[in-house]
């Protein structure tokens, strides 16, 4: 025998349950376990999503900051800035500092790749053995490669979550 008539046709016209066991906020440094409201849901809170959109602001502009435009544009910035401070000497000379040098600026020694993994800003430098390398450490490769496993296995079944539903009217695709 069957389900009961009534249960089965109230499960077709409900969406799936799209709810998840317990997790650890994906946000590097946070490591707080939380049941989320959804099973795409990868932070803990909104301070953990919004430091999480700092850090990508962060890498866009880092990202940006290396490609020939970006290098254009902060030369540019630059000599604009070294132009005011030229100005501001000639109208205040006694004001200026003598120990600066014109057009000479310390450069932070850094290190030329940074961690994939959101909220890491931990630089590495790619050896010739893993010219491809993106992550920091394996304990960050292995937190984002759970994320992007349990976001595929419930990319078909979480239609109806409002994760998906933000989404959609973001990208400005329509449902099922």
Not at 28 to 35: A, H, I, T, Y
Not at 83 to 89: A, D, L, P, S, T
Not at 113 to 119: I, L, N, T, V, Y
Request: glycine fraction near 6%; proline fraction near 5%; charge should be positive.
């Amino acid at each position: 025998m069957g389900p009961p008539q009534h249960l089965s046709k109230r499960s077709s016209l409900q969406a799936p349950v799209c709810r998840s066991g317990w997790r650890c906020c994906l946000l590097k440094g946070c490591g707080c376990r939380f049941r989320p409201s959804c099973a795409r849901s990868r932070y803990c809170s909104e301070a953990c999503r919004a430091a999480s959109r700092r850090w990508q602001l962060w890498k866009a502009q880092r990202r940006y900051r290396c490609s020939e435009n970006g290098r254009a544009t902060r030369r540019e910035q630059s000599r604009r800035w070294r132009v005011r401070q030229r100005e501001k000497r000639q109208i205040a000379p006694k004001l200026a500092s003598k120990n600066t040098c014109e057009g000479h600026h310390s450069r932070r020694l850094g290190k030329e790749f940074s961690c994939d993994r959101p909220g890491c800003y931990e630089g590495f430098d790619r050896s010739s053995r893993s010219p491809w390398q993106r992550f920091c450490s394996a304990l960050c490769r292995g937190a984002l490669r759970l994320v992007r496993l349990r976001d595929r296995r419930w990319q078909d079944v979480c239609w109806a979550c409002p994760l998906r539903a933000e989404e959609s009217r973001i990208l400005g695709v329509r449902g099922p």
